[in-house]
């Protein structure tokens, strides 16, 4: 296991299993996030994360009690949705832990969301049928989220006419 950055006056330390977790747009990813009481006393722990929206992230509980010494791996899923607002690419991230016994923040870690990238077009000719010597336009969507190139051909189902 690989520690991420580790900060704060808390008892209550947090580790990650790596520093960067690949999602596709509309799919999950679960980062494990390992907490792990240090202190003398029994704690309960929320965490939360800053960076994305809040509606993306789930866990499987709110607060997380933590006996004296007790380890415990809690599953964050990060769910994106499938937007062209949703940017291919690195998010960074920060996981928090706040803590009842300490009363705020004692613990983060930093990792990114790496948002993988789709492809998605729609295309549309104006008006539907186009007469000899008329113009027509035709009109293309990228509802991606990455740049990309489109080439436009025109051809008849028969392929009797020239463009």
């Given at each position: 296991?690989?520690?991420?950055?580790?900060?704060g006056?808390?008892?209550?330390?947090?580790?990650?299993s790596?520093?960067?977790f690949?999602?596709?747009?509309?799919?999950?990813?679960?980062?494990?996030?390992?907490?792990?009481?240090?202190?003398?006393g029994?704690?309960?722990a929320?965490?939360?994360?800053e960076?994305v929206?809040a509606?993306?992230?789930?866990?499987?509980?709110?607060?997380?009690?933590?006996?004296?010494?007790?380890?415990?791996?809690?599953?964050?899923?990060?769910?994106?949705?499938?937007?062209?607002?949703?940017?291919?690419?690195?998010?960074?991230?920060?996981?928090?832990?706040?803590?009842?016994?300490?009363?705020?923040r004692?613990?983060?870690?930093?990792?990114?969301?790496?948002?993988?990238?789709?492809?998605?077009?729609?295309s549309?000719?104006?008006?539907?049928?186009?007469?000899?010597?008329?113009?027509?336009?035709?009109?293309v969507?990228?509802?991606?989220n990455?740049?990309?190139?489109f080439?436009?051909?025109?051809?008849?189902?028969?392929d009797?006419?020239?463009?």
């Amino acid at each position: 296991m690989t520690d991420t950055q580790l900060a704060g006056p808390g008892q209550i330390e947090i580790h990650l299993s790596a520093n960067e977790f690949p999602v596709s747009p509309g799919g999950t990813t679960t980062i494990p996030v390992l907490l792990h009481n240090r202190g003398a006393g029994e704690d309960v722990a929320t965490l939360s994360v800053e960076g994305v929206p809040a509606g993306w992230v789930s866990t499987p509980t709110a607060f997380i009690a933590l006996a004296p010494g007790q380890r415990q791996e809690v599953p964050m899923s990060i769910q994106p949705e499938r937007s062209v607002e949703n940017k291919a690419g690195g998010y960074p991230i920060r996981i928090v832990v706040n803590s009842q016994a300490r009363g705020g923040r004692v613990a983060e870690a930093a990792c990114t969301l790496a948002m993988g990238a789709y492809i998605e077009f729609s295309s549309e000719l104006h008006p539907q049928r186009v007469t000899a010597g008329q113009p027509g336009r035709v009109t293309v969507e990228n509802q991606g989220n990455v740049q990309d190139i489109f080439t436009v051909s025109l051809r008849t189902e028969s392929d009797d006419l020239a463009f």
